[in-house]
T-cell receptor, first 116, second 115 residues
Framework: AQKVTQAQTEISVVEKEDVTLDCVYE???????LFWYKQPPSGELVFLIR??????QNEISGRYSWNFQKSTSSFNFTITASQVVDSAVYFC?????????????FGQGTRLTINP | DAGVIQSPRHEVTEMGQEVTLRCKPI?????LFWYRQTMMRGLELLIY????????DSGMPEDRFSAKMPNASFSTLKIQPSEPRDSAVYFC?????????????FGPGTRLLVL
């Protein structure tokens, strides 16, 4: 069965520090997709990034960057120069094919608190 | 463009009452998903539809839960009768196509409290 593990339940840092959120996944599929979502205190789930298993290039979007390493089945998320607005719960998810459709398997989430 | 719309945003009801949650997917999206989020179990997929047809409802906890999608722009999740353990946040999500590579976009959720 597919599984996503976010070992860090909670992280607390001071503003402007860099922080990395870990994500480790398990799958037997050769083609799969990984996602990160952000859940701010307001409760909605906001899509951040999608990565397919064939593209191991790291991705950078402003202060956000993602490191995908197939060899270690990891898809880690780094926030550089963190800000208070980055405080949220972050979910890593793995997509598996179920009858051609997409079933997302979520990790338990990492609660990130950025202190001023 | 409007995102996924859910109503109500908050629902408080008493045990035994019927609860109906509503969802309007993003226009043009052909796949719709219902999730439940609790502290104990995290985010769980309850059911999903492709082109208005239920494909997999294995995540539906029991017969008290039912979901329908009468057309491409509307879906309901019904709990009858409701129980306190149903208290959770229920999310609806939609994606463009029934493909593992498609991104699911989530609605704001319905926070349900059953007393």
């Amino acid at each position: 069965a597919q599984k996503v593990t976010q070992a860090q339940t909670e992280i607390s840092v001071v503003e402007k520090e860099d922080v990395t959120l870990d994500c480790v996944y398990e799958t037997r599929d050769t083609t799969y997709y990984l996602f990160w979502y952000k859940q701010p205190p307001s409760g909605e789930l906001v899509f951040l990034i999608r990565r397919n298993s064939f593209d191991e290039q790291n991705e950078i979007s402003g202060r956000y960057s993602w490191n995908f390493q197939k060899s270690t089945s990891s898809f880690n998320f780094t926030i550089t120069a963190s800000q208070v607005v980055d405080s949220a719960v972050y979910f890593c998810a793995l997509s598996e094919a179920i009858q051609g459709a997409q079933k997302l398997v979520f990790g338990q989430g990492t609660r990130l608190t950025i202190n001023p | 463009d409007a995102g996924v719309i859910q109503s109500p945003r908050h629902e408080v009801t008493e045990m035994g009452q019927e609860v109906t949650l509503r969802c309007k997917p993003i226009s043009g999206h052909n796949s719709l998903f219902w999730y439940r989020q609790t502290m104990m179990r995290g985010l769980e997929l309850l059911i999903y539809f492709n082109n208005n047809v239920p494909i997999d409802d294995s995540g539906m906890p029991e017969d008290r839960f039912s979901a329908k999608m009468p057309n491409a722009s509307f879906s309901t999740l019904k709990i009858q009768p409701s129980e306190p353990r149903d208290s959770a946040v229920y999310f609806c999500a939609s994606s463009l196509r029934p493909s593992p590579k498609e991104t699911q976009y989530f609605g704001p959720g319905t926070r349900l409290l059953v007393l």
